[in-house]
């Protein structure tokens, strides 16, 4: 009985096994597929995580740069310190990932911490705005101090934010992989769905965002979607662990055995040190990149946009294609050391390609999109993508390939990832600052971009030397003979790749393709005659200097070009205007000893100012030096005004400048770039214009340059009730092609003897006399409309703001367009029935006969906007006078 009750027993628990076992298996695919779900949640929120840091990155640094100045050293200092506080959260996040339970609930905390710290963070920019104004009235305009100060308030802001940015990769990382075979396709799959989002984000926010809601109201929508996603991912985080409490099942501790052949630990250390190298060569590279394109494709906002993702795009691409063919036989260090090279020798291709990109400009633009007038979105994009797509694709791989080195290395998955994250900050922190200060300045763009290509050559190489003599005693000299070979190649290198044809460059309008209607074969087949008389590239901008011989350049013309867009040149039409910016504002004020001058160019206003005797304190700010350097080519112009003892040279951005100096001027005049160019329509906001309202003394006089070519009406009509908003008397004067609007918030009592005995002064006339304007009538024959007549046409007109950034948006949309007779014909009702601020108008009028031939010449100007006045209304009306007058 007792053997027949034994074997019952075993029986019964032989059929009890198999239901026990179901009942685990079942709780394991339930638990699987929950992380399996969990992990999908993961990747979609960290696509969004990336879109929103890029949206964060683009707008605080906007609104930095308000504070700070747009200086290549200000924007520098700002964008070291954001990427500085990635660095450390991703260093620091590594190291405690390790120890983290819930690192998915941990991700979602950090979303939520950045979202808070960007509601808070107008409040804390006026803050560092306020004590920062201080600090430079203080200083006294010293930029060693002052940048000294722009790092401490940029890192002091963006720390705390930037660390928890770069935070979120390691945590997640510590959630997603659990095996070293997982780290390298979970990495590469995290990496490159973040960087996609990222381009994602700078699309929506350039091309929807900005341009529709404004800064505050897109830094909203950022917050919205940080909190979204950091309340999803603590949900997905209670979710998944109340079923593994339920199941009752452990968590996965991390598996670190490596399928590939051991090689020792230096390749690997080397392959570790080398993410620096790439960071360092990617960013330095993505700097040269952009300015090199810039005078291509444009310096407008979405430009940068396009070229920014087409970067980012790239990496994506190179983060799926090792995601999806991992290479897992094959040692880390080998594959780091083979993608480095493909960054270095890739890059040297594209930096070749880059002097015939104005060809395929040329060629996509008219071939493909059949566009005469402006270069399109999809030139632009396929333009960037043709020099930057290969090598970006090489960037994408070499960080996670760096990560999985580093995890044999250290054995701690999150730590590995956050060492390496923060290392290829590191290095992109020192690419980005060198490319502006040390590697353009003084190699230039070209030899710059060689540089860093061969860099990453020549290191890859001793990263490949390293594994390679692995365990061969016999070889161990390899590492240090191909250490010494990389530094002469990265020395000699550049010598030997042929040098750019940077005429080619220099000349090419961006801006006005028709001129290459013909000759879409080769861009420059008919400019031959025009000549390079000046080429520099400068911290900031790509300065030339050419002497026209094309119809288009104004046969005999010199002209001055800024990245691609020409500022400047000595034709009588732009001569015209940038005497008047000078003229103008000296001879409307009664008695004017200081002058501030925004913007060098070819020194012609400058010029103005400084042929005005009474004026003896003249501030020039202008914020490229080679600009200046370029100044020496305008003598016969600009009165060789650089050697002017009254002058003060200021490197500085002009709007921070007006923002920062405690001091007080008569007149102060602006001739910026077409608001269009990124960056100069923060010169165009009422913000800019009631800062320089306030830096005028009683009585002075603000006076500002506005093209109407390539603007719209609508622009044009926003330019000038933005300037009205901020002064109570307005003025518009005309050129053939230009606008200049003089600004006060005391009436202007203008004597027409007055008036003609400043004119009469040698110097003004002889520069007066260039343009025909020498004349007293002839002069006055340029005033156009006052405050009276603004308002009417403003009416209605959108407000340009910092935050709004309306021109930034809309007016590139006007590149290539012939807007000159339209804004004529929509400036045919600014005439006023008189002009109220010329005193003994009529008696001067019927002495002077010369007037009449100045009212012809400014009817045959005109007539295209003359057309629209009212049947039978007398022109010499438009001055109150009758025609018999």
């Keep these: 009985m007792r053997s027949s009750s034994a074997c019952f027993g075993s029986a019964a628990t032989f059929h009890r096994l198999p239901l026990t076992s179901l009942a685990a298996h079942a709780r394991l695919r339930e638990n699987t597929l929950m992380q399996t779900v969990a992990r999908l949640v993961a990747y979609g929120l960290f696509f969004f995580s990336g879109a929103t840091a890029l949206v964060y990155q683009v707008t605080w640094l906007r609104d930095l740069s ?24 991703g260093f620091l996040a590594g190291r405690l990932s390790e120890r983290m339970a819930r690192p998915l609930a941990v991700y979602g905390a950090l979303e939520v911490a950045i979202a808070i710290f960007a509601v808070l963070l107008p409040g804390l920019l006026q803050g560092v705005d306020n004590y920062y104004v201080s600090a430079a009235h203080e200083a006294g305009g010293v930029t060693p101090f002052l940048n000294t100060m722009r790092f401490i308030f940029a ?33 590469s799959l995290l990496y490159g769905i973040n960087t996609l989002g990222a381009a994602a984000g700078a699309l929506t926010a350039g091309f929807v965002l900005l341009p529709q809601l404004g800064a505050s109201a897109t830094q909203s929508v950022a917050v919205s979607a940080n909190l979204l996603i950091g309340a999803l991912a603590i949900a997905v985080d209670l979710v998944t662990r109340r079923r593994a409490t339920d199941n009752d099942l452990p968590i996965a501790e991390p598996e670190l055995q490596s399928e590939s052949r051991d090689l020792g630990t230096l390749p690997l250390r080397l392959a570790f040190i080398g993410t620096g190298v790439s960071g360092f060569t990617a960013l330095s590279l993505e700097v040269m990149w952009t300015r090199a ?30 995601a999806t063919f ?30 015939r990109v104005p060809t395929l400009v040329v060629w996509l633009n008219l071939i493909v999109y059949n566009n005469t007038e402006q270069i399109t979105f999809g030139t632009s994009a396929l333009s960037a993508f043709a020099v930057m797509l290969i090598p970006s694709i090489f960037m994408g791989i070499a960080f996670p390939v760096a990560s999985q080195a580093r995890a044999r290395l250290v054995r701690k998955f999150g730590a590995s990832v956050g060492d390496t994250l923060g290392l290829n900050t590191i290095g992109s922190i020192l690419g980005s600052l060198s490319a502006g200060f040390l590697l353009i300045p003084t190699l230039g763009l070209q030899d710059g971009m060689l540089f860093a290509s061969f860099l990453a050559i020549g290191y890859s190489l001793i990263v490949l030397a390293s594994a390679w003599a692995a365990h061969a005693p016999t070889r161990s000299i390899a590492v240090p003979a191909t250490a010494v070979l990389a530094l002469a190649g990265v020395v000699v290198g550049p010598i030997l790749v042929p040098q750019w044809n940077v005429r080619d460059l220099a ?59 020409i500022v400047a040149t000595d034709n009588p039409p732009d001569m015209a205007h940038q005497l008047l910016l000078g003229h103008v504002p000296a001879l ?30 003249i501030t020039l700010v202008e914020i490229e030096p080679a600009v200046l350097e370029a100044g020496p080519l305008f ?56 800062q320089a309202s306030a830096r005028l003394n009683d009585g002075g006089l603000m006076c500002q340059w506005v093209p109407l070519v390539a603007l719209s009406e609508e622009n044009i009509k926003s330019i000038v009730a933005t300037f009205a908003e901020n002064f109570k008397f307005v003025s518009v004067w005309s050129t053939y092609a230009d ?24 110097d003004v006339n002889r520069q007066l006399s260039w343009t025909n304007f020498g004349d007293p009538m002839k002069f006055m024959s340029r005033l156009r409309v006052e405050t009276s007549g603004v308002k009417i046409f403003s009416e209605n007109a959108i407000i340009n703001t910092d935050d709004n950034l309306y021109l930034e948006f809309s007016s590139p949309l006007s590149i290539g367009k012939s807007c000159r007779i339209q804004n004529l014909c929509g400036m045919a009702s600014w005439y006023p029935p008189r002009i109220a601020m010329v005193k003994s108008w009529k008696p001067f009028f019927d002495s002077n006969i010369k007037a009449r031939e100045a009212m012809r010449q400014h009817r045959r100007e005109h007539s295209p906007a003359l057309m629209n006045l009212p049947v039978g209304e007398p022109l010499e009306s438009l001055y109150g006078q009758t025609s018999e007058s």
Excluded: C
């Design 326 to 355: 991992p290479l897992r036989k094959i040692n880390e260090s080998v594959q780091f050391g083979v993608v480095l090279f493909g960054i270095g020798a890739t890059s040297l291709i594209s930096t070749q390609l880059i002097p």
């Design 507 to 565: 000349i090419f309008r961006h801006d006005r393709l028709e001129i290459y209607v013909r000759t879409a074969g080769d861009a420059f087949q008919d400019l031959t005659s025009i000549k390079l008389a000046f080429y520099q590239e400068g911290h900031s901008s790509t300065v030339a200097v050419i002497d026209g011989g094309h119809e288009q350049y104004e046969r005999g013309t010199r002209a001055i070009i800024v990245n691609g867009k």
């Design 739 to 762: 606008l200049v609007l003089v600004g006060s918030d005391s009436s202007i009592d203008l004597s027409m003897e007055r008036l003609a005995e400043r004119i009469s002064e040698p």
């Design 293 to 322: 394109m810039s005078t291509t494709i444009g310096s407008t906002t979405y430009s940068f946009t396009i070229m920014l993702a087409a970067f980012l795009a790239g990496i994506w691409i190179g983060s799926w294609i090792h």
């Design 155 to 187: 890192f002091g802001v963006l720390v705390l934010p930037t660390i928890f940015m770069g935070a979120t990769l390691p945590v997640l990382i510590r959630f997603m992989v659990h095996a070293h075979g997982e780290l390298g396709t979970r990495l």
């Design 66 to 89: 308000l504070i700070f100045g747009a200086s290549f050293q200000a924007t520098s200092i700002v964008l070291a310190s954001f990427m500085g506080g990635l660095a450390i959260g």
């Design 588 to 617: 409307l004020h009664p008695d004017p000893k200081s002058a501030l001058i925004i913007g060098y160019g070819s020194g012609v206003t400058l010029g103005a100012v400084s042929t005005h005797h009474g004026i003896d304190d």
């Design 635 to 690: 003598r016969h112009i600009n009165e060789d005004v650089l050697n002017n003892p009254k002058l003060n040279v200021v490197i500085q951005d002009g709007r921070n400048f007006v923002k920062t100096t405690n001091q007080k001027f008569d007149i102060i005049t602006a001739d910026p770039v077409h608001p269009w160019a990124a960056g100069s329509a923060y010169l165009y906001t009422t913000d800019y214009y009631a």
